[in-house]
C-alpha cells in the first residue's frame, strides 16, 4: 500500500469508527443539561453498586430510567440479567438510537419514563423486580419527581424497593412529601462525581 492509499484508509475508517460513549454523552449534555444531569458517564464504582443490588425474580425484568450511553446499562446485564429481560427508558431520540445500536436485544423503549406502564407490555406489569432511576432527579421540579415517583409504583411489585443513584449526600427525594422511606445503600469514590445508591419504598 503506497502512501496515498495509506492516507484514504485511515480517512475511511475515521469517519466509520463509531465516537467514544463519553463524547456522545458530552454532546448531549451541551444540547440538554437538564435532562442528561452529567457531563459524563457512570463509571465502574456504581456499576458495581448496581451489579450487587439488583433482585430480578425467574418471571420478572429490569428497568432503567434513563439510558444514556448505557454505562448502567452494562452493569445490569453483567449482573446476569439476560438482555431480553431489560428495558431501558430514554427520552432523547439520539441517545436511544445509540443505545440500540450498542445493545440491539435490548428493549429499548424511547419516550418519557412518567408514562413507563404504557411503554411495558401489559403482562410485564408488577413484574419488575429492579426499577434502577438513571434521571438527574434532585435537579428536577417537585411535582415531576412525584410524577416519575408514582410511575415507578404503578408497575414494581407492591413493597418492593427502587433504586436510584445520585452525587448528593443527602436523599435527593423529600422522602415526607413523596411518602417514601429510603435508604443510602452504598456509595462509591470510583465515579466522577462520588456517587451514591439509595434503595426506596412506600413508607
Ligand atoms: C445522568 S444521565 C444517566 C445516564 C446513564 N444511566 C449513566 O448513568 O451514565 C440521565 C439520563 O436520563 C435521561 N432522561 C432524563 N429525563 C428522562 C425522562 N423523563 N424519561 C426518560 N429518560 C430521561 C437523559 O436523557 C439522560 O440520558
Known amino acids: 500500500m503506497n502512501r496515498s492509499e495509506l492516507t484514504t484508509a485511515i480517512k475511511k475508517r475515521k469517519v466509520g469508527k463509531k465516537p467514544p460513549a463519553a463524547w456522545i454523552f458530552l454532546q448531549r449534555w451541551a444540547a440538554n443539561p437538564v435532562t442528561m444531569g452529567s457531563v459524563c458517564p457512570s463509571g465502574p464504582g456504581l456499576q458495581k453498586l448496581v451489579r450487587e443490588n439488583l433482585i430480578c425474580g425467574p418471571d420478572e425484568v429490569v428497568v432503567e430510567f434513563g439510558g444514556g450511553t448505557g454505562a448502567l446499562t452494562k452493569a445490569i446485564l453483567d449482573g446476569g440479567i439476560p438482555d431480553e429481560r431489560v428495558y431501558t427508558v430514554e427520552i432523547d431520540t439520539k441517545l436511544a438510537g445509540y443505545l440500540r445500536g450498542i445493545y440491539p436485544r435490548v428493549n429499548v423503549l424511547h419516550g418519557d419514563c412518567r408514562h413507563i406502564d404504557r411503554m411495558l407490555p401489559p403482562s410485564l406489569i408488577g413484574k419488575v423486580g429492579t426499577l ?37 449526600f443527602t436523599s ?29 419504598s412506600r413508607a
Open 132 to 168: 434502577l432511576v438513571g434521571l438527574p432527579m434532585v435537579i428536577l421540579p417537585k411535582r415531576m419527581q412525584a410524577e416519575i415517583v408514582d410511575a415507578i409504583f404503578r408497575v414494581i411489585p407492591e413493597g418492593r424497593r427502587f433504586l436510584l443513584f445520585t452525587y448528593s
Open 172 to 200: 435527593p427525594l423529600d422522602m415526607k412529601a413523596l411518602g417514601l422511606k429510603g435508604t443510602r445503600l452504598g456509595w462509591t469514590p470510583v465515579n466522577f462525581p462520588p456517587a451514591y445508591l439509595w434503595g426506596y
